[in-house]
Nanobody, 127 residues
Framework: QVQLAESGGGLVQAGGSLRLSCAAS????????MGWFRQAPGKEREFVAA????????YYADSMKGRFTISRVFTKNAVYLQMNSLKPEDTAVYYC????????????????????WGQGTQVTVSS
């Protein structure tokens, strides 16, 4: 089992920045990839970004490229999401996810590929 705990959400004005953190505990040595997804009210869960744990390869949803950056720190078993130039449409609950199974590059953006999920952290961007 892997436990995930997100933090860093909050209220920010449009154009501002936030850095989300996700701390992993438990069976972290088995982690293959970690990702961030988000879900706005009334909408389906949406892929944001993912990172392959072993080599740090990153994957982004097209709409997030250039604004969001995912990173990881081995020694802390943590993954981060730096979000810049935030827009009101970025308002959502952001979830951290982890997979202990191999995920192809094509599947990195699929929520079904991930085994464990955090509780989520709310990000609200005001206009």
């Amino acid at each position: 089992q892997v436990q995930l705990a997100e933090s860093g959400g909050g209220l920010v004005q449009a154009g501002g920045s936030l850095r989300l953190s996700c701390a992993a505990s438990g069976r972290t040595l088995a982690t293959f990839a970690m990702g961030w997804f988000r879900q706005a009210p009334g909408k389906e869960r949406e892929f944001v970004a993912a990172i392959r744990w072993s080599d740090g390869d990153t994957y982004y949803a097209d709409s997030m490229k250039g604004r969001f950056t995912i990173s990881r720190v081995f020694t802390k078993n943590a993954v981060y999401l730096q979000m810049n130039s935030l827009k009101p449409e970025d308002t959502a609950v952001y979830y951290c996810a982890a997979s202990i199974h191999v995920i192809t590059a094509q599947a990195m953006g699929s929520a079904y590929a991930y085994d464990y999920w955090g509780q989520g952290t709310q990000v609200t961007v005001s206009s």
